[in-house]
């Protein structure tokens, strides 16, 4: 179920048949001459193209995974000739069948994975050796899956300045475009984007939903951030890209607020940076000295901290999925994480007041001797904490599909499809999510997941890591308890509605492990956003 929803479908339908004789061939049959001397027109030699009704293909493919195709052919000839069918993928191969003569509809599915990702040309052509003749239709395709291209931090959308979209907040129950393929940089090939959204200057509570297409957001049951009146709120998307170039960011609140989008990288059909998945690993915090020296970061100050070649990141990675995290500030500001090497650009990633414990999902490009920066744009000293959850490197193959299609997997308020009985997550629990089949050999290389907690009666914080049991094993009574883990996937005060990006693999089983690391009992909500695959 969290991989079956969406995909793309492509079709070519029968009237697209062109029907090609070699001179002196009879073009058509009865079917024809039935209707007269129209198939035979136009043929004057080789490869000539007319429009023949005895012979129709009809094509139909879909895609729901990274690099494969789904595609049915239906031929029907009334005429009754044995056909030689070949399939030819686009890629320099073919599948072949036969038809028997006698007439024939004759409908079937067929699947192939591709090597690369990329657009194919997907011929089928239907041979009548006796006649001379041959059918054919086509499509083009596009697979699914998409690879990771790092873009330094750029700002396209914020309302405040008239960047990207008119200078006035988005108002109530109302939705900005936004041009993403084909601005900044961003090709016009690129299906689906990583893009830091920010909603400041809010008069109201409310909440932001981002989607690749109008309706979509506007209707959507999800959200990918929530904010207070007078907050300003940061979050992680990771979207699909309209057909057209545009995401949609639809204002869920009751009074207008501003918004502001920053891209850090985008995703499109052809080979580039797949996705190395990582379980979360702390590198730096300052409170212990760990990755960098011991003490809070100054106002106005940056620390560079060594990515490549730790934590499981190799050294040829491109970016870092990381998951920042500011703590004891002592005045308001904002954390900035780009690529070392380069100037701090007026993007950011975390927003913070004095006393406030965030933290917030990033990309980053990795510079080229391996470091990214993490700049404390406030005025005063902050510790900072930054966690790794993943990576892009030129080197894995593991490709985003995006269906641009949020889906709910949880909702503690309700009962849910998982088993889960209405009621919050108990404090310093876990709750084991299965994603997939009871497998032991897991078909997702890692999950993309929005985590939003409500309801919260205290402080505290999330964990989302990959569980080392099968479902049988829970379903049995035989799991062994996980090891708590100490990176954060967001943090929460009392009262307060806060979501974040959390990027994951499962574990051997196909499973995650979401914890509630506060003292208090809270509500969860879980929305699917995309996943990794090879195939």
């Known amino acids: 179920m969290t991989q079956g929803a969406g995909g ?112 194919y040309d997907v011929k089928v052509t239907a041979k009548d050796t006796a006649k001379g003749s041959e059918a054919v239709n086509e499509l083009k395709f596009t697979t699914m899956g998409a690879e990771f291209t790092a873009h330094e931090p750029t700002r396209l959308l914020d309302t405040r300045a008239g960047v990207g979209a008119a200078k006035a907040k988005v108002g109530p129950r109302s939705s900005v475009a936004l041009k993403v393929a084909g601005a900044a940089k961003v090709p016009a090939g690129a299906t689906a984007v990583a893009l830091n959204v920010t909603a400041t200057n809010a008069s109201g509570a409310g909440h932001i939903s981002v989607q690749s297409t109008k309706d979509r957001a506007e209707g959507a049951e999800t959200s990918n951030l929530n904010f207070t009146a007078g907050q300003t709120v940061p979050n992680l998307v990771i979207e699909a890209i309209g057909e057209d170039g545009y995401i949609h960011l639809f204002n869920g609140g009751w009074e207008p607020v501003d918004l502001i989008a920053d891209v850090t990288g985008y995703f499109a059909p052809s080979t580039a940076n797949g996705w190395g998945a990582l379980s979360a690993t702390r590198v730096v915090d ?177 964990s989302v890591t990959p569980d080392p049991n099968f479902w049988s094993d829970y379903a049995n009574g035989t799991a062994v308890t996980p090891t708590r883990p100490v990176a954060s996937a967001l943090n929460w005060t009392k009262g307060a509605n806060v979501a974040n990006v959390a990027q994951t693999p499962g574990g051997k089983g196909g499973m995650i492990d979401l914890w509630n690391q506060g003292w208090e009992d809270t509500d969860l909500l879980v929305d699917l956003l995309a996943y990794y695959k090879k195939d």
């Open 8 to 119: 793309r479908t492509y079709s070519s339908p029968a009237e697209r048949t062109v029907v090609t004789s070699r001179p002196g061939a009879a073009a058509g049959g009865k079917n024809a001459q039935a209707k007269g001397a129209q198939g035979a027109q136009g043929v004057q030699g080789p490869q000539q193209g007319v429009q023949d009704p005895s012979t129709s293909i009809h094509l139909t493919a879909h895609t729901a995974d990274a690099r494969s195709i789904e595609l049915r052919t239906h031929i029907i000839d009334f005429d009754a000739p044995a056909l030689d069918v070949v399939v030819s993928w686009g890629d320099g191969t073919t599948d072949t069948y036969s038809l028997p003569a006698g007439g024939s509809s004759d409908a079937r599915d067929l699947k192939h994975k591709y090597t690369a990702l990329g657009t």
């Open 286 to 462: 300052t409170r212990e000295g760990l990755g960098t020296a011991k003490g809070q970061v100054p106002g106005q100050g940056a620390i560079g901290v060594e990515i490549a070649g730790r934590a499981g990141v190799p050294k040829g990675a491109t970016a870092v999925a990381v998951n920042l995290t500011v703590t004891n500030p002592r005045s308001a500001g904002h954390l900035t994480a780009y690529p070392s090497g380069k100037a701090a650009p007026v993007t950011s990633n975390v927003n913070f007041t004095a006393g406030q414990t965030v933290a917030n999902a990033a990309v980053v490009p990795i510079g080229p001797d391996g470091k990214i920066n993490v700049r404390n744009g406030g005025w005063d000293p902050a510790d900072v904490v930054v966690d790794v959850v993943g990576y892009y490197s030129p080197e894995s193959r593991s490709a985003l599909v995006a269906h641009g299609i949020p889906y709910r997997l949880l909702d503690t308020r309700k009962d849910s499809w998982g088993g889960w009985k209405a009621g919050p997550l108990k404090a310093r629990t876990h709750f084991p999510m299965r994603l997939e089949g009871d497998t032991t050999t897991p078909d997702v290389d890692g999950w993309v997941l929005n985590t939003t907690v409500t309801n919260t009666r205290g402080n505290g914080f999330l």
